[in-house]
């Protein structure tokens, strides 16, 4: 069976509620990372297109926002029943043209969904203040309203709950949106595409635009129409876009590379330490954007933590992730496993000692590696490896290990292990990271508030927060009462 046969939906793009063929042989294919196979091909659209997206978002703006807050809320709603009617289905897109097992894609669907449940569940609460005014003859009222229309654009780790934790927020406080998914990921945007429209979303409210990156990224930051974007990717792209958003002054959201650490303190229960090291580092490959990018261990239990992860990684089962039992699925492309293999070689040319793995297995698939006593000027302290590559960093006291931790442009997320209260309290003030898991390696949530600092970006996404970014104050000063 090819992921064709699985696909329920179309292959294409949807503006303006008109979905659009590729030519055959003009779109831009899909493959599958585990096989290189082509599963689909989907249109390749460029400014013209995107402008006729950004006009019928703009068409459909003032019906959407007019709806009452409870409509909004029901169809995101169904939205969500519909995805949960369909994990599988969507479960087995994601795995065909992103790689992960199936079992974490079918997770992910379920996390995605829970951003449309959570979003809906907020929309009723966009509510208002009246502030006491300086004179008894005046009033001072404070609403909210939505930002307008919206774009995002979205990266291919996370191929359905980067688009819902976008587009979720955004509907819910009446903004209207354009999303262009990751070239490498549309068919999952696309399936969230067409159940939006069974769930109800009207024409124009929500368009996917896959095709030629520049072009539709500088229709839409051109555009003086698109309010804010919302952006989830690498860090150069999104400096990119800020310069791109000067001239029309446009709402960011930024969610940028990471270079998380996990700090392992001498007294960390080290089962907890080491089950948080294999979720926050193996995960989808090691390509999520808080995946553990460097482990930084005290001495005294160094040597413990390196062999107990050792036993731990060679547990791991490396293959395509339909087959049952596989835990680590391919990297997404050449470059990716080219990455991994060169961030494994300046670790051993430096000094680092290889416990595990080490090499490319097949195709686009990478041994899952260990490396120990990596020297802190490696370039996997510097670098995002993006991939299933531990390297473990030797630290002696707590200061040391806050300055190790906190020597990076990045600030994403932190990770650290200690069963001292007062560390414990201590370490988390002292990081300068927008998250901290603190003996806990799960930390992306609806219910909180996700997002970094520095080069991490700007913005929060889930949580009562992530539905501020897409809503305006207004104040309105009463006189004369
Ligand atoms: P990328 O920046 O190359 O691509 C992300 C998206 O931007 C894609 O849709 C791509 O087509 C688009 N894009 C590329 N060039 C563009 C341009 N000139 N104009 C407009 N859009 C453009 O990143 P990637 O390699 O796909 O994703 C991996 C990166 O994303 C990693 O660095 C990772 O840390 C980061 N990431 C961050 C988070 C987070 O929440 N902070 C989540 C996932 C991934």
Known sequence: MTLKDLHPWREGALIDSTWIAASPGQGTPVHDPADGAQIAEVPSLGAEETKRAIAAAQAALGGWRARPAGERADILMRWYALMLEHQEALARILTGEQGKPLAEARGEILYAAGFLRWFAEEARRIDGEIIPAPRST????????????????????????????????????????????????????????????????????????????????????????????????????????????????????????????????????????????????????????????????????????????????????????????????PLINERAVV???????????????????????????????????????????????????????????????????????????????TRDIGRAMRVSGALEYGMVGLNEAAISTEVAPFGGIKASGMGREGSRHGIAEYLELKYVMMGGL
């Open 138 to 329: 005046q009033r001072i009222l404070v609403w909210q309203e939505p930002v307008g229309v919206t774009a995002a654009i979205t990266p291919w780790n996370f191929p359905a709950a980067m688009v819902t934790r976008k587009v979720a927020p955004a509907l819910a406080a009446g903004c209207t949106m354009i999303l262009k998914p990751a070239p490498e990921t549309p068919l999952t945007a696309l399936a969230l595409g067409a159940l939006a429209e069974e769930a109800g979303v009207p024409a124009g409210v929500f368009n996917i635009v896959p095709g030629d990156a520049a072009a539709i990224g500088s229709a839409l930051m051109d555009s003086p129409v698109v309010r804010k974007l919302s952006f989830t990717g690498s860090t150069p792209v999104g400096r990119m876009l800020y310069a791109q958003a000067a001239p029309t002054l446009k709402r960011l959201s930024l969610e940028l590379g990471g270079n998380a650490p996990f700090i392992v303190f001498d007294d960390a229960d080290l089962d907890a330490a080491v089950d948080g090291a294999m979720l926050g580092k193996f995960r989808n490959a090691g390509q999520t954007c808080v995946c553990v990018n460097r482990f930084l261990v005290q001495d005294a239990v160094h040597d413990q933590f390196v062999d107990r992860l050792r036993e731990r990684i060679a547990k791991l089962v490396v293959g395509p992730g339909t087959d049952p039992g596989v835990t680590i699925g």
């Open 339 to 417: 990455k991994v293999d060169d961030h494994v070689a300046d670790a051993v040319r430096r000094g680092g000692r290889l416990v595990a793995g080490g090499k490319r297995d097949h195709g686009l698939f990478y041994q899952p590696t260990l490396i120990a006593d990596v020297p802190a000027d490696a370039q996997i302290a510097r670098d995002e490896t993006f991939g299933p590559l531990a390297g473990i960093i030797r630290f002696h006291t707590e200061e040391e290990a806050i300055r190790l931790a906190n020597d990076t442009e990045f600030g994403l997320a932190a990770y650290v292990y």
